[in-house]
């Protein structure tokens, strides 16, 4: 089935999908979200990314794994370049 016809996965069942590859690759949303380099429209198109991702199943897998963190960011993941921006705009504390 073409990926424009691939119907999208749970809201939030990819959200704490969203949320725990943010954790493990050491990208700070709520940061971002407070210094306007993360929108909610932004966050929204990342989610929407991410529930047409037919890797859920190993990413949920990836992250449940024992990893030292922070982890790179999968080259798979269909947010890996607003996860990199992101991350390219943190201050290191």
């Known amino acids: 089935m073409p990926d424009c016809l691939r119907p999208l996965g749970d809201v939030r069942r990819h959200l704490n999908l969203m949320r725990g590859m943010a954790a493990a690759t050491g990208t700070d949303t709520e940061a971002a979200f407070a210094e306007g380099r993360l929108s909610h429209a932004d966050w929204c198109e990342m989610l929407t990314r991410c529930r047409g991702c ?7 897998s990836w992250l449940a ?7 790179p ?3 798979a993941c269909p947010n890996h370049d607003a ?3 992101l991350q390219m705009g943190q201050v290191t504390r």
């Not at 794994?65 to 982890?71: E, K, N, S, V």
């Open 73 to 75: 960011i999968p080259a």
């Open 83 to 85: 996860f990199s921006a």
């Open 65 to 71: 794994a024992p990893l030292p963190w922070p982890q």
């Open 54 to 60: 037919p890797s859920a199943e190993s990413c949920k």
